[in-house]
């Protein structure tokens, strides 16, 4: 379904080159793959709370996650994830404002 969305696209691209497109809708399909990139940031968020929880229950896998920067690293990604996922949220809210 998505490949059959993107050569419509291409093909209105190609017989109206010179014209500027502007749209002020977003296609379901585009919208749903969109909301599952969300669903699947989410999801990694959730596993790196479920990962933290656990190295945090035991002291030598707290240790260990210390030692290697394992909490830094997941810092970094989480921090990473959210602004990915506001980028995100910020473009579907974009359509529904117009």
């Not at 002291?59 to 260990?64: G, I, S």
Request: with cysteine.
């Amino acid at each position: 379904m998505f490949c059959v969305f993107t050569s419509n696209a291409q093909q209105s691209g190609k017989s109206t080159p010179t014209e500027p497109t502007t749209t002020t809708t977003l296609a379901p399909e585009k919208a749903e793959e969109i909301q599952n990139k969300i669903a699947r940031i989410d999801a990694h968020l959730q596993a790196i709370e479920t990962k933290k929880a656990f190295v945090l229950s035991s002291e030598a896998e707290t240790q260990r996650a210390n030692d290697s920067g394992w909490f830094d690293s997941m810092e970094e990604i989480k921090e990473q994830l959210m602004t990915q996922k506001t980028k995100l949220i910020n473009y579907l809210n974009s359509f529904d404002d117009e």
